[in-house]
């Protein structure tokens, strides 16, 4: 199947090649709309989207199977759910899921929503932690799935996002539908390493914040291949969204971070951070864009992009950009592109480390805020061991750079 | 005497200003040896020049040190080597730790002495006896390197370092400006225990205080890119009282 044919269908035509029932209508209508991406595609301008679209796949069938139910961590194996996991106040089911968000930028949303008949929909009724594993085994074909995570009222969850497995030459379309309900918080880690020649990953996703609900979102991205994170957030009244993202990027890989937050109520506040480490010929990208409607007074948001250049062969598309219909409110946003601090090299290297690891320690610096925000120590020390691994092709365990805890029992510092 | 550095007519630029015109000093072994001058003289570009720093081109002229001229080594080369430079205003390094920072500093050296490397137990241990010593808040070391440190933390932090890595040769570039009278003392102490005989020091300071604790063998006059007097502490008095005005340019 090509993605772009697509394009010449109408609402209904696309349920019916699809078949979909009238539950996909908001997804058709929106499809027939704004069209799958072509390399004009604006959201899509820093991306090779053409050869994605233009081929013709196999679809991979999500077959309904026998579904585990064990252990704190939910696994999905080429959009099929394999175990819903054992945990405490989460539920999992496959279930038809209509409530997409129409005001979504992105065709691939759409098509996506389009092509999913059921999604994994995981519901938190309870304080939770755990875990979420996609697995890919499935080569040369299209896998599309979807997810949908509820957070219940004045509930607070930790969700960590991660993926393993070789799909070659596939192509994933697939994200979150993320409800996060009044007075309700999130902290959602996702991390992902893209090996070189794998499938190539699209993940378009909408993030809804109810008042006073909170969502943490961490993104760590190691890619030697292209790849994309979309995804669309809307605030209500006081909401919060604070999203930080740490990518490396090297070889020819075209990756990052194409975003839209919507302030649609009142202080509502967000920030957003990117720190991006490109290496060879990659290109990051950080296209993102918060909007201030004109019924969110009083908010506050915050942007910043800060990239560090590692060759000259490599570029960083960031625009960061507010769009502000309102005049009372606080906000922010700026963009860095550079290479590594000369005056904190030589400094290290006056020391008698060599330039080369003097180098690996500034990089791992850069990261250190982001790897920062994550406040499970635990997840924390993972993140680091997997930049480590990415970045420089080892991961030797050393907890002085991370923690500080045997410091203190050598040193008996607990002021 | 034996000397352990000898810089020979060494002419270097900044960009294209020329800030060393022909500079000799040679500095002996186990002996403290100051450097005073005027602002801008080229006291600072000079320490960059021997430890090889990037701003500074050597356009003529040797430095030799334990008998081979280093002017085209590495920076991290003349480190390990044992050349050691307390900077005049220290870098700040956002998330790198400190402690972790001073022992890759540390082992690095001790690989290339072909000493065993130190476990974070006993590099600590020995770390935490010198913030002690040195009267440094014990939460310095856990810090980002620098980051945020007052001006006198930052110095007692390159003294640290300083104590930690034990180079042969030390040069501290006004390692004295703006610390408190109790940090001077303190520091001052680290420096004088560092005295083994062996060491040289090469101290840059604006402050006759400094050296009444640490006491100079010589004391050089540096203007205008140029050693124009060498003598012994009785100098001090005489520049305290007349300036460096009386001292003529070579
Ligand atoms: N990075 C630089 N770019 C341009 N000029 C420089 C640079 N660094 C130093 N200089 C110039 O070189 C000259 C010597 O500077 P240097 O820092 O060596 O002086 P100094 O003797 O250490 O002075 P001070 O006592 O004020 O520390 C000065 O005129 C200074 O402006
Ligand atoms: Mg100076």
């Given amino acids: 199947m090509k993605l772009d044919i697509l394009n010449a269908l109408d609402s209904s035509s696309l349920l019916k090649e699809f078949n979909a029932n009238s539950s996909k209508s908001i997804a058709a209508s929106a499809l027939a709309k704004i069209k799958v991406p072509n390399k004009k595609t604006e959201k899509y301008r820093y991306f090779d989207i053409e050869p994605l679209v233009s081929k013709d796949w196999k679809l991979c069938e999500v077959k309904e199977q026998n579904v585990e139910a064990s252990g704190k961590k939910i696994v999905i194996e080429n959009g099929a759910l394999l175990n819903s996991g054992d945990i405490d106040g989460v539920s999992v089911e496959l279930a038809e899921f209509s409530d997409i968000d129409a005001e979504h930028f992105d065709g691939l949303y759409f098509l996506s929503h389009l092509m999913a008949a059921k999604a994994i929909v995981i519901r938190c009724s309870k304080d939770c932690s755990f875990e979420i594993e996609h697995i890919y085994t499935s080569n040369e074909c299209l896998i599309n799935y979807r997810v949908v995570i509820l957070v219940d009222a004045n509930t607070h969850c930790q969700v960590s996002d991660s993926f393993k497995g070789e799909a070659k030459g596939s192509f994933i379309l697939s994200g979150y539908d ?195 925000t994550v406040d499970d120590e635990y997840l924390a020390n993972k993140i680091y061991a997997q930049f480590e691994q990415a970045y420089y092709g080892t991961y030797e365990l050393d907890c002085m750079k991370t923690c500080n805890s045997c410091e203190e029992s050598v040193l008996g510092i607990d002021q | 005497m034996s000397k352990v550095l000898e810089i020979k007519d060494l002419k270097a630029k900044i960009g294209d200003k020329d800030i060393l015109k022909g500079l000799n000093l040679d500095l002996e072994e186990g002996k403290v040896h100051a450097i005073m001058g005027p602002n801008g003289a080229g006291k600072s570009t000079l320490s960059k020049a021997i430890v090889g720093h990037y701003d500074v081109n050597v356009t003529d002229g040797e430095i030799i040190y334990k008998g081979k001229n280093i002017v085209d080594e590495e920076p991290e080369e003349r480190a390990l080597d044992g050349i050691f430079l307390s900077f005049q205003n220290p870098v700040e390094i956002p998330g790198v730790n400190n402690a972790y920072f001073l022992r890759t500093a540390v082992n690095a050296r001790r690989k290339h002495l072909g000493l065993p490397e130190l476990n974070a137990a006993e590099f600590l241990r020995e770390m935490k006896a010198l913030v002690t010593e040195l009267g440094m808040k014990p939460e310095l070391i856990n810090r980002s390197l620098n980051e945020g440190f007052s001006g006198g933390e930052k110095k007692r932090n390159e003294i640290l370092q300083m104590m930690m890595l034990e180079p042969d040769v030390i040069i501290l570039d006004e390692i004295d400006s703006g610390l408190d009278i109790d940090a001077l003392r303190a520091v001052s102490e680290g ?3 560092m005295k083994d005989g062996k060491r040289s020091f090469l101290v840059i300071t604006h402050y006759s205080r400094i050296l009444d604790y640490i006491k100079p063998d010589y004391i050089h006059v540096l203007k205008n890119g140029q050693i124009v007097h060498t003598g012994g502490s009785e100098l001090v008095e005489q520049l305290e009282k007349e300036g460096y005005s009386s001292f003529e340019e070579k």
């Fill in chain 2, 191 to 193: 420096i004088n225990k």
């Fill in chain 1, 178 to 372: 993320i409800f996060v309900s009044r007075d309700a918080s999130l902290k959602f880690v996702k991390t992902h390493t893209l090996n070189s020649a794998n499938y190539t990953p699209i993940f378009t996703s909408r993030y809804k914040v109810d008042s006073n609900a909170n969502l943490k979102l961490s993104s760590f991205d190691f890619a030697f291949d292209n790849g994309l994170n979309i995804f669309r957030v809307e605030l209500k009244e006081s909401a919060n969204i604070d999203a930080s993202h740490l990518l490396y990027a090297t070889e020819n890989s075209k990756y990052g971070i194409v975003s839209e937050i919507v302030h649609e109520g009142k202080s509502s506040t967000s920030s957003q951070i990117a720190k991006s480490i490109l290496d060879k010929k990659a290109r990051g990208i950080f296209d993102a864009l918060i909007r201030v409607q004109n019924s969110a007074k009083w908010t506050k948001a915050h942007q910043n992009s800060k990239s560090v250049l590692l060759n000259s062969g490599a570029y960083m598309a960031s625009k960061p950009q507010l769009e502000i219909y309102i005049d009372d409110l606080e906000a922010s946003h700026g963009s860095t592109t550079g290479q590594l601090d000369e005056k904190q090299l030589f400094y290290l290297q006056s020391r008698g480390i060599a330039k080369d690891d003097a180098k690996k320690m500034l990089i791992l610096a850069f990261a250190h805020e982001i790897i920062a």
